[in-house]
């Protein structure tokens, strides 16, 4: 009798550290597996409006060009030197928000912060270089934390002169 | 036979052990194998719905590209829960004429519809797609010659899935290739236009 149950008591030892690893294992990558889901959810919402707001970086400069022509003024006379920040609201380019987030606030992302304004966490930068007298390229980076970078890049003529 | 009578089974008290540890374990994986299906499902309705979106907005930024004299209803992009209707009303070339063309956010069926030279309205969200929000913002800065800056501000989200009120918060601005310099004359405004249209204040044409 002795003898069966010291047999019995090892087996069931084995056994449960088995089927516990088992079991954890299994749990630990179904687990991993909704955890990636949920963050890939949440990865393609970012990307989606980072790409928006990048491609309406790249549409200030182009107003920005726009005006300069509007005004008489020399054509990219108003962009600043590089990096610079546009926001849709804001009647020039600034230099002053380098490496600041947009901030949210009832639908609109500007660099304008009031009482109901949230971070965002979307870092948008510009960059403009002058090819030539009638050509710019103009490069708009969002950054978004723990992401890549969206940028997106145009190239500017002067065609109206 | 005295092997046999050794591993002779289970006692009831083992097997029902076993089988509760086994149930649960299992409903616990499947709960999980479940929620990750139904992720797996959101999932690919806002891949769905974001590449209708982008098509929405592809379309609505090729029209404002080309378009003139803009104007917002009066209470586009005004406090959050008290818009229950926006739209942008604008002029664009046509062959050789001009046609108005009138896009508005229905709060109530969360669409957004065209309308051109007071003709029918036409959806332009896809049946996936929830806009919980569109409005518009019409920008000049500094002058009345200067070029038109249109911006666009929406909550999207995919339809039917219970996902409606996590949707992306998009911003995007446009700007005109037309600047007011370009236009040789103002049109007059469409007959019927301030009845149709009432929330624009003004006829912009």
Request: glycine letters at 8%.
């Amino acid at each position: 009798m002795s003898r069966r149950a010291k047999h019995n008591e090892g087996q069931i030892m084995i056994e449960s550290i088995v089927a516990i690893s088992i079991a954890l294992t299994a749990l630990v990558s179904a687990l991993s597996l909704v955890s990636n889901s949920l963050h890939y959810n949440t990865e393609a919402d970012q990307k989606l409006v980072g790409s928006h707001l990048a491609a309406e970086g790249i549409e200030i400069v182009r107003d920005l060009l726009d005006r300069d022509f509007a005004a008489g003024a020399v054509w990219g006379s108003s962009l600043p030197p590089s990096p610079f920040q546009v926001s849709y609201d804001t009647a020039a380019a600034i230099t002053t928000q380098n490496g600041n987030p947009l901030w949210y606030n009832n639908g609109t992302y500007s660099y304008q912060q009031v009482g109901t304004s949230i971070n965002s966490h979307f870092i948008r930068n510009i960059t403009a270089t002058k090819i030539g007298a009638n050509e710019v390229s103009v490069s708009s980076t969002v950054t978004i934390a723990g992401m890549d970078p969206i940028v997106i890049e145009d190239h500017f003529y002067n065609w109206r002169q | 036979m005295k092997i046999i009578k050794d591993n002779g089974g289970f006692t009831i008290l083992e097997l029902m052990v076993a089988l509760t540890v086994f149930s649960i374990a299992m409903s616990i994986i499947s709960g999980l194998f479940i929620q990750t299906l139904h992720t797996q499902k959101i999932l690919a309705a806002a891949i769905e719905s974001s590449s209708n979106t982008s098509l929405m907005l592809e379309q609505l930024s090729r029209e404002i590209r080309l378009g003139y004299n803009f104007t917002t209803s009066t209470n586009s992009c005004g406090p959050l829960l008290t818009d229950f209707s926006s739209g942008i009303a604008f002029r664009r070339f046509r062959g050789a004429g001009t046609a108005v063309v009138v896009y508005e956010w229905n709060k109530t069926s969360s669409t957004l519809a065209r309308t051109e030279e007071m003709g029918a309205t036409a959806e332009v969200t896809s049946e996936n797609v929830m806009a919980n929000r569109i409005c518009f913002r019409v920008t000049q800065n500094g002058s009345a010659g200067n070029p038109w800056l249109i911006t666009i501000v929406g909550n999207i989200s995919p339809r039917n899935l219970g996902v409606e009120g996590r949707g992306a918060n998009l911003e995007t601005t446009i700007s005109s290739r037309v600047l007011p310099s370009d236009i040789s004359s103002i049109a007059t405004c469409p007959a019927g236009w301030s009845a149709r249209f009432p929330q624009y204040s003004t006829c912009p044409f």
